[in-house]
């Protein structure tokens, strides 16, 4: 058996509210990030503006030492909430399936409610890219139903750490 590929992540909080003492989401996503043995090189709060959110994930995906981003927050359908419409624009590909699978798994906790959420993923400049909503339950959810699955390298049949060196051919 290979040995398993780490990779380095970056979180990164949405909200007008949260500090690094109250980011009950990203404390959740720095728990399961770490358990999984990959690295965490960075950890930012922005607020929910999507021009601030633009800045810092532009800036991330430009560095060469972030193969994963994963955000909390800004996902819902309120007036603040702006995740998907900073994010969408800085996207090579979509990665739909992501957003769906996780509506699915999460109609299975919280029923219709579901719909509220517009979770997403993709990659930009062979970055992985993956917007979570603001609970720490829907972060626990993704990560360890979805996310974590697909950046593990021992995954079969398939996982997107495979796919990195062919994601900017």
Known sequence: MSEKIKLNIAILT??????LDSDKSGDMLYKLIDESCHSIIERSIVKDNIYSIRNII???IDSKDIDVIVSTGGTGVTGRDGTPEAVNV??????DGFGEI???LSYKKI???TIQSRAIAGVAN???IFCLPGSPGACKDAWTDIIQHQLNS???PCN???LIPRLND
Do not use: A, G, H, Q
Request: charge should be positive; charged fraction near 35%; proline fraction near 0%.
């Open 111 to 113: 029923k219709t409610s």
């Open 90 to 95: 800085l996207l090579d590909k979509k990665i």
């Open 160 to 162: 997107l750490v495979e």
């Open 126 to 128: 062979s970055t992985y």
């Open 102 to 104: 996780f509506r699915y």
């Open 154 to 156: 021992d995954n079969k």
């Open 58 to 60: 532009s800036k991330w």
């Open 14 to 19: 949405i909200s007008d509210t949260r500090t």
